[in-house]
């Protein structure tokens, strides 16, 4: 009996103890949100931790789901190597194809990633005004809150329409259950959180280096005006774009070697230290399936790269270059071997790796060389002369090789304006976005479905596969949102066609 007594008295003590500690303290290697976001350290780690998403948003890992499939391949500039000895990555095909997979990992992959920077920016953003520490700092980190919150929605409102505007952490399950908002009032934050943030931010000359300035904030606010075609708005934004300027040499811009350079606005930044977990791998995918990717000059040899041939440059592209433009060998390469014939590859990514298949490259989202691009568009809207101003210092800048453009209707310059888009901004997931928003998308990819079907092989199909897909509608406009959303958040409604 007294062995009995001694045994639940014991057992009172660590019931009382689990209801004491172990059922209301954190365990020692947690850091709760209610204790962590109080010092200047916190919230540097806080925002760092906010930048994180983006390399998996933009591409990481071997044939990834990066941007540039819903960005550039969606579009007529980049196709896509049938893979016919591995048919594991169709969902990457349809894209490409328009036969979209709400189940697909491209869409799963854009979304979630933008929703889990929101999350860290609304955290940062709901607690560090209650912090004391240096209000300069305090400022600069509440500015790249604000601008990564709205460039994730910005981001998720071209591509699905209508999604839930979250702006303060949800506390309950039930609060993370929020419907779709719709995109109007989605732009009116977008645009509200990039003026604060350009307001907030410091400029490039004094910011540390890899994290965004007011000129990112500015670019921003202006590219959401550009998409909402209020051109004088635009134009007042970009021109606060201040402290760039074009680099001389354009194959100079991706070099690894000269990240976070003059013209470099915002880029996501990569480290290829194979114990830092944060290299780039999207050379390899980029480049013809290999045997032996050394065989491309500054890659290692062996390695076979059986999961690339993606983001293929398209005869279509391919003839748009005028002759004698230095952009062209500075883009595209162009490989014999292997049984392909000068099959063409994107080259301005390609700088070799230390270790197979970890590359050094960060991703450009934004350059001064998009700035000017943009203001001869607002300016040409606005019926501006000042347009083919700009136009010209991208398109004539001696790092081109070409002569300037001479004066044109504003029609003229229009597609003027978007065919030096295509070609100064290549491969940089840009092309889709300017093709929807400019009502060309269904027309030009019809027109390219109807080349591709006419002459798969052109279009790297071997012979004997026929194409499927290929047929664009106004559905095609927007992406499915991902059915894993739907299935855990009732309240989500799937987008039309879909």
């Not at 912090?131 to 305090?138: E, G, I, N, P, Y």
């Amino acid at each position: 009996m007294k062995t009995k007594i001694i045994s639940a008295f014991i057992a009172a003590l660590i019931l009382s103890s689990c209801s004491e500690d172990f059922l209301t303290k954190y365990p020692e290697t947690v850091v709760s949100a209610e204790t962590f976001y109080k010092t200047e350290a916190d919230f540097k780690q806080a925002v760092i931790g906010a930048y994180v998403p983006l390399r998996n948003i933009y591409g990481t890992g071997l044939a990834d789901y990066g941007a540039w499939a819903m960005g550039e391949m969606r579009a007529d500039n980049t196709a896509f190597i049938y893979n016919a000895a591995n048919r594991g990555y169709a969902d990457r095909e349809y894209i490409d194809q328009f036969i979209d997979d709400a189940n697909g990992g491209g869409v799963s992959n854009k979304y979630q990633n933008d929703y889990i920077i929101i999350g860290r920016a609304n955290q940062i953003l709901k607690t560090i005004d209650a912090a004391d520490f240096d209000q300069v700092k305090k400022d600069n980190y509440k500015g790249q809150a604000l601008f990564l919150r709205a460039f994730a929605y910005f981001d998720l409102v071209q591509y699905f329409g209508d999604v839930p505007l979250v702006l303060t952490p949800p506390t309950t399950y039930a609060e993370t259950n929020v419907g779709q908002t719709p995109k109007a009032q989605v732009y009116e934050q977008i645009l509200a959180d990039a003026a604060a943030a350009a307001v907030l931010l410091p400029n490039k000359a004094t910011q540390d280096v890899g994290f965004v300035a007011n000129g990112a904030a500015y670019t921003l606010l202006g590219n959401v005006n550009i998409v909402l075609e209020r051109w004088a708005d635009a134009e007042e934004a970009l021109l606060n774009v201040q402290g760039y300027s074009l680099l001389g040499n354009y194959a100079a811009i991706y070099n690894p070697a000269n990240k976070n350079h003059a013209e470099s606005i915002f880029e996501v930044q990569y480290y290829d230290l194979a114990t830092a977990n944060s290299a780039s791998n999207f050379a390899y995918n980029f480049l013809p399936i290999l045997q032996n990717p050394g065989v491309i000059a500054g890659f290692p040899d062996g390695n076979s790269n059986a999961y690339a041939g993606w983001n293929i440059p398209t005869p279509d592209f391919l003839a748009v270059y005028e002759p004698g433009d230095l952009r062209k060998d500075a883009s595209v390469g162009f490989y014999t071997g292997e049984g392909y014939t000068n099959i063409p590859y994107i080259k301005k990514y390609v700088h070799g790796a230390e270790i197979a298949p970890n590359t050094n490259d960060d991703w450009p989202v934004y350059r001064y060389a998009e700035v000017l691009l943009f203001l001869a568009e607002a300016a040409n809207e606005q019926g501006k002369s000042e347009a083919l101003t700009y136009l010209n210092m991208v398109h004539a800048n001696p790092r081109t090789g070409l002569l300037p453009l001479p004066a044109a209707g504003q029609a003229e310059l229009r597609v003027l304006i978007q065919k030096e888009r295509q070609i100064e901004l290549a491969f940089e997931n840009k092309r889709w976005l300017d093709l929807v928003r400019t009502g060309k998308a269904i027309e030009v990819m019809n027109a390219q479905g109807n080349s591709i079907r006419a002459n798969p092989q052109a279009y790297y199909y071997p012979a004997g596969v026929t194409p499927p897909g290929y047929v664009v509608t106004a559905k095609h406009l927007l992406f499915p949102i991902p059915q894993r959303e739907i299935r855990i958040n009732p309240l989500l409604v799937q987008n039309t066609g879909y």
